[in-house]
């Protein structure tokens, strides 16, 4: 049987989450942490057919808070964690599929709030198991962040553009609060 070959990893590299709706995020690869971490704010739990979710938003890239993901995701477990600082917490973890490079496969992932810390999510010993080999002289072996694509815009539809735009501002400033603390667009 032929055993698989773990591909080079940099320290820091882009992945996704792609079965939470999470395109692009950077993430630090640390040997030194057993169990991967993904920053996540207005946790709340849900049942769905009698098994429990995870309803969270993510802001997936480090030092800017303008893009928000909401996730939805079952929870798998319910774990004590030491944090960096050496408390215990209890976590909610969820299994995700991650994509680094061309590689796809499940790992844990522990919902927390890693806002004041260097790096939005966190990949873990068990989560590189048999899939990864860390180089800590690099970064970004596996691919750089893939953006899309825009279109060159025409010169003549300027003043179109324009007012699109604060039309857009406008609409995008109509937010409503729930109860539950999730805020949603009002259409």
């Known amino acids: 049987m032929e055993k698989k070959r773990k591909r080079a990893a940099g320290w820091r590299e882009w992945v996704s989450l792609p079965s939470i709706g999470v395109g692009s995020i950077k993430a630090k690869l640390d040997t030194g942490a057993r169990t991967s971490a993904l920053h996540a704010f207005n946790i709340e739990t849900y049942w769905s057919n009698g098994e ?3 309803r969270f938003f993510v802001h997936p890239y480090q030092e800017n808070d303008a893009k928000e993901i909401a996730c939805d995701a079952r929870i798998e477990d ?4 030491s944090n960096p600082g050496g408390r215990r917490q209890r976590r909610l973890v969820i299994r995700t599929d991650i994509r ?5 496969w499940l ?3 522990s919902l927390t709030d890693r806002d004041e810390m260097g790096f939005r999510l966190l990949i873990g010993r ?3 198991h048999g899939n990864l080999i860390v180089d800590p002289d690099h970064s970004y072996l596996l691919g750089k962040r893939k953006r899309k694509k825009k279109k060159k815009k025409k010169k003549h539809k300027l003043k179109e553009r324009k007012k699109a735009k604060k039309a857009k501002k406008i609409k995008m400033s109509k937010w409503s609060r729930k109860p539950t603390g999730f805020a949603r667009l009002i259409t």
């Open 107 to 109: 790992i844990d992932l």
């Open 78 to 81: 319910i774990r004590i964690v």
């Open 52 to 54: 429990l979710w995870a």
């Open 126 to 128: 068990t989560a590189m």
């Open 100 to 104: 680094l490079g061309d590689e796809t």
